[in-house]
């Protein structure tokens, strides 16, 4: 547990409890590491503008010793053991004192190999990139299968609808139907594709869009072999399509070839 970093929020320094007074000398180094500008900062001392680089504070000696509950010579002999112990530098002038955190870019840094290899900052970028790099292969292989997708849509006709002039919606229930087909294992000739859009032609000439898509749409419902255009002819059907359509929804074998001639 001696490596790695975890998160204090600056806003704990003025929690009651972390201000309970006099400091420990541990309480008061982490204090003035989460008060070093994370960022240069130009401050005015006197009529003299003073910059206060990344990892440096500018207090003084009364400040801190109000702050943690010490006499001002208790603060500046554990300043001088910082100093010591090479953690901080301290600058001294009748306007105040600058600190500079020593290694604040090891406390507070994005890190590097060396620093940070065995901590939990080096695991958490990794898992960032491996989030990222997940993110990415599923979005291509998402990109992948739409373009596969749509793909099939436009292949799914042997033929190409546009030739026949049909309505837009005409176009998406004969692709339907074709999918449908598919499911079945079933599919078309470019021959047979052609009788089949004559066939939709003319039975929407003769009868309407409307009770065209209808009686497609009844055929998939009842999960029947072909589309029965005797339907149309007759309403209800002959007798005989009855009973065929019946047998094939029971399972039964029937040939429906014969309900695509006009």
């Given amino acids: 547990m001696d490596k790695g970093y975890f998160k204090v929020y600056r806003k704990v320094f003025n929690n009651p409890i972390w201000s309970i007074k006099p400091y420990s000398k541990g309480q008061a180094l982490i204090e003035l590491i989460g008060t070093a500008n994370y960022r240069p900062q130009t401050i005015i001392l006197g009529n003299e503008e003073v910059e206060i680089k990344r990892g440096q504070l500018h207090?003084?000696?009364?400040?801190?010793?109000?702050?943690?509950?010490?006499?001002?010579?208790k603060v500046r002999t554990y300043l001088e053991q910082l100093e010591r112990l090479k953690m901080v530098t301290t600058v001294g002038t009748t306007k105040g004192t600058t600190i500079t955190i020593e290694n604040y870019?090891?406390?507070?840094?994005?890190?590097?190999?060396?620093?940070?290899?065995?901590?939990?900052?080096?695991?958490?970028?990794?898992?960032?990139?491996?989030?990222?790099k997940d993110t990415r292969t599923i979005k291509i292989k998402k990109e992948k299968k739409d373009k596969k997708d749509k793909n099939i849509k436009k292949d799914i006709a042997p033929y190409p609808l546009a030739e026949f002039g049909f309505s837009s919606s005409v176009e998406s229930k004969i692709e339907e139907w074709v999918a449908y087909k598919l499911?079945?294992?079933?599919?078309?000739?470019?021959?047979?594709?052609?009788?089949?859009?004559?066939?939709?032609?003319?039975?929407?000439?003769q009868y309407g869009e409307n009770r065209v898509l209808a009686l497609i749409d009844e055929c998939m419902a009842n999960n029947w072999k072909g589309v029965i255009w005797e339907k149309l002819r007759k309403e209800g059907g002959t007798e005989k399509a009855k009973n065929n359509a019946r047998d094939e929804s029971e399972g039964g074998e029937y040939d429906y070839n014969k309900f695509f001639e006009n």
Avoid: C, P
């Avoid at 003084?60 to 010579?73: D, F, M, Q, Y």
């Avoid at 507070?108 to 958490?124: F, I, R, S, V, Y």
């Avoid at 047979?192 to 039975?203: A, C, D, P, R, S």
């Fill in 183 to 205: 499911e079945k294992k079933d599919t078309y000739t470019v021959i047979g594709f052609k009788k089949l859009m004559t066939i939709v032609q003319n039975n929407i000439s």
């Fill in 105 to 132: 870019e090891l406390y507070q840094g994005e890190g590097t190999a060396d620093d940070t290899a065995d901590g939990t900052l080096q695991e958490h970028q990794k898992n960032i990139k491996r989030t990222s």
């Fill in 59 to 73: 207090t003084s000696e009364v400040k801190l010793a109000e702050k943690w509950g010490w006499s001002r010579k």
